[in-house]
């Protein structure tokens, strides 16, 4: 005997005004809607019974089918009976917790059975588990079935799904606009470590004043006293610190705290001040602290004082690997993982997702192996930071993957990940076509290029498009005769030439291996039935052909670039073209992803930026025609294009309109690419051209 879920299965609550609860119990109507087929069914009932006095731990579930009539979800607060139910739809009605960012194709049947014995859920590994929405410019501006929040509910849904409880809802404005969404479904709130207690920023209520902590004390202690006034009804995990205004440490602003004990000093002072703040308005109160960025470095120095129920959050790089961040060109590489005997409670904040106007991924995986994300997050396990993770999602989609990979970490400690990477494929794709898909997405993370000594030190899709266009800026600004010093973070400090000569190098060791790729990866979506070749494009080619447009254009960026330090300008403006049109295939690419529901969702696609980047090489290549060709505009066609007998006689200047680049560019190119197949000259050789007068 079990218990028979069906079209006509009734839920009822000893908690009709629970927002969370109502919240659930509508996403497992919607479930039940989208798998089970309308028949004629005698109706039974899930009964959730929420009672604080069962004994259950926080979040905690049990699932006791009673009778074929009656199942029953116990559980002791709210947030274990969302669970409990979730569980039910994950298990038996079939929905992944990433159905609706993997468009999941349901096949609707006439019931689904629950079996006759008693579940009782484990606790996860970890206790704090959740998501910072952030750098979320998709999200923001996509509008779902009409409607922004639409998105956003979609998220903390899913967050849910994986058994998450906490979350960031947002960046600056969206964090406060989506906080109460976040709650009436159950989740706890937290803040981002430039937003002590969630509070408003200074210069933006105060703009008009220097946002100095030593001036200014009583306005601060006034906005944060606000932010704690208006979160103290909800479940907070209260984030204290204190940086600067935006992401960046304070003392930029204020110069006058010089030395690292007076900063550590103020710091200390601002966290204790807050804990008593929160303390007068909330009971129990539960803390946090971030060891980000240049805190990390007080800390390690010992000029931090954090009180021992604090919850200290440890920073990966950005990049997966538990060691501080770069932040510009410096880069210390502090180690980010508690001590072995740390008496205190400890987290970690760990990015899928990453800008950081460098080699980040931000509308792409992680460049970085699940292994080696594995073995990081096993680590900290292994050093009880266990009580906080908040993983940067960044817009969901794009790292749906690392995102799946991670929930099961918090969720069961110890992963596999080429079992976890068969899980993850099998449940969407064909069997016949697993196998290579394994293939593909191992090798997608042995192609992204190593541009550091340090194993982790791998590109994602952003190191193809800041680089190119602060090469390409300095170049049309005259600054060619000096280091561009915002790249030295890669090259060192070498001159221009040899910076943009590093950065193709570095492109060219991994062209073949993107380009490899790309065309097996298109072989398979053509073999793939149409809706999993449409999941599989929006999931995984478009990232290999940002990769692989990016990857090629940048090293004719480079080649152009080369061309131009030599006064070469024609073949510039032809590889620079050549570049261009790259980058035009990547922008492409994210319109072609925008498939079905996806209408519209790279739309806002503005910090790696893309159209950026070739609004970026558009400008180089007008830039090219007008030194190398002007003021005429006539002079290549007249000496690459015309015959001998007509270079030589010069009764008008042109007899029809000047070409435009693009027909120029598609007449030049064949005799570039003859000359360089006759001289043999390959990505990194520059080729010898007359000089031109410019």
């Known amino acids: 005997m079990s218990f028979r879920i069906t079209a006509g299965t009734r839920i009822r609550t000893n908690m009709p005004d629970s927002k969370p609860l109502k919240n659930a119990v509508e996403i497992f109507r919607r479930d039940m809607e989208n798998t089970l087929a309308a028949q004629d069914a005698a109706a039974n009932t899930i009964i959730i019974n929420v009672e604080a006095a069962l004994g259950f731990s926080p979040e905690q579930f049990r699932i006791t089918c009673r009778s074929a009539d009656e199942l029953v979800i116990s559980a002791g607060d709210e947030l274990g009976a969302v669970y409990g139910l979730l569980h039910l739809s994950e298990e038996y009605l079939g929905v992944d917790p990433f159905w609706f960012w993997r468009q999941q194709q349901f096949v609707r049947r006439g019931w689904a059975d629950v079996p006759m014995v008693d579940y009782v859920s484990p606790y996860p590994r970890v206790r704090f588990r959740g998501w910072f929405i952030n750098d979320e410019v998709l999200l923001s501006e996509w509008q779902y079935s009409g409607c922004s929040e639409n998105v956003w509910r979609l998220v903390f849904e899913t967050l849910l799904r994986c058994r998450g409880n906490m979350v960031i809802p947002g960046t600056d404005h969206n964090s406060r606009k989506y906080r109460q969404l976040a709650v009436d479904m159950g989740l706890w709130i937290t803040h981002h470590h430039a937003e002590p207690l969630g509070a408003e920023m200074f210069s933006r209520v105060y703009p008009d004043k220097v946002p100095s902590y030593l001036e200014h004390k009583d306005l601060f202690t006034h906005l944060w006293e606000q932010a704690v006034l208006e979160q103290k009804a909800a479940k907070v995990v209260w984030n204290v610190g204190f940086r600067g205004q935006g992401d960046r440490a304070f003392w930029v602003d204020d110069h006058r705290i010089i030395t690292p004990q007076e900063r550590g000093a103020l710091i200390s002072q601002v966290i204790r001040d807050q804990c008593e703040l929160v303390r007068r308005h909330v009971p129990d109160p539960i803390f ?238 053509e073999a793939l039935p149409e809706s999993d070749r449409r999941r599989f494009y929006g999931e995984f080619l478009v990232q290999v052909e940002i990769h692989y447009t990016g990857c090629l254009g940048f090293i004719q960026i480079c080649r152009a670039l080369l061309h131009w330090l030599d006064r070469e300008y024609m073949p510039a403006f032809v590889a620079a073209n050549r570049g261009l049109n790259y980058y035009r295939q990547g922008a492409a690419a994210l319109e072609r992803a925008e498939d079905g529901i996806w209408l519209g969702f790279y739309a806002n696609e503005c910090l790696t930026n893309v159209r950026l980047t070739v609004y970026c090489c558009e400008s180089f290549c007008r830039y090219l025609r007008i030194v190398g060709d002007g003021p005429s505009f006539h002079r290549w066609e007249r000496d690459y294009l015309y015959t001998v007998q007509d270079q030589k006689v010069m009764l008008l200047t042109n007899t029809k309109n000047h070409l435009p680049d693009s027909d120029l560019f598609a007449r030049l190119e064949p005799l570039c690419q003859s000359i360089e197949a006759s001289s043999g000259a390959n990505l990194v050789a520059a080729l010898r051209w007359p000089k031109e007068e410019g």
């Open 288 to 525: 946090c602290t971030n060891l980000y960025g240049e805190i990390l470095g007080l800390y390690r120095e010992g000029f931090l004082d954090i009180p021992h129920d604090v919850i200290k959050i440890w920073g990966d790089s950005g990049y997966g690997k538990m060691v501080s961040r770069r932040q510009g060109n410096i880069n210390p590489r502090h180690e980010a993982l508690a001590d072995h005997d740390d008496p205190g409670l400890n987290g970690i904040y760990f990015h899928a997702s990453f800008y950081d106007l460098q080699a980040s991924n931000h509308i792409t995986m992680s460049p970085n192996p699940p292994e080696l994300l594995n073995a990081e997050l096993d680590s900290c396990l292994e050093r009880s930071m266990d009580q906080y993770w908040i993983i940067n999602c960044g817009n969901v989609k794009p790292h749906a993957y690392i995102l799946d990979l991670i929930r099961r970490k918090w969720v069961e400690g110890a992963l596999d990940t080429r079992d976890h990477l068969d899980t993850y494929l099998r449940a969407y794709y064909p069997q016949e076509h697993v196998a290579k898909l394994e293939e593909l997405y191992s090798r997608y993370f042995r192609s992204t290029i190593q541009y550091g000594a340090h194993v982790d030190e791998k590109a994602g899709e952003q190191f193809y498009h800041h680089p190119a266009r602060r090469l390409i800026t300095a170049a049309v600004q005259n600054k060619a005769d000096q280091c561009v010093d915002s790249l030295r973070w890669a090259t060192g400090s070498v001159d221009f030439a040899q910076q943009v000569r590093w950065f193709m190098e570095k492109c060219a060791a991994a062209a073949g291996d993107w380009e490899a790729l790309y065309n097996e990866s298109r072989q398979l979506c």
